[in-house]
């Protein structure tokens, strides 16, 4: 099982891009969900995250510019990213909270150009 995440591209700083990760059963109805980041030569970190009941919560860097959402009836997790900046390029995974070793996906790449 993995969740696949796309919507990933190439785009001048201050634009705009919307990711998608579609999950297979039911792993987005039953639980919380997120989306990681891994920026060149660094860790993956999460930047976004949705409770069940659609709570949620963003890294300090992200918040304001980022939104995270859930379609339970599409299995799919969004991430709407306005006002991008050169430092949100990386890769960017979709997977439960916390995070499940065997749902890791290739993930899609965002490059964010000055």
């Known amino acids: 099982v993995q969740l696949q995440a796309s919507g990933g591209g190439l785009v001048q700083a201050g634009g705009s891009l919307r990711l998608s990760c579609v999950a297979s059963?039911?792993?987005?109805?039953?639980?919380?969900m997120g989306w990681y980041r891994q920026a060149p030569g660094k860790q993956r970190e999460m930047v976004a995250a949705i409770t069940i009941g659609g709570a949620t919560n963003y890294e300090n860097s992200v918040n304001g510019r980022f939104t995270i959402s859930t379609d339970f009836m599409q299995k799919t997790v969004y991430l709407q990213m306005n006002s991008l900046r050169p430092e949100d390029t990386g890769v960017y995974y979709c997977n439960t909270v916390p995070p499940d070793r065997h749902y890791w996906g290739q993930g899609t790449q965002v490059t964010v150009s000055s």
């Open positions: 059963g039911t792993i987005v109805s039953f639980n919380d």
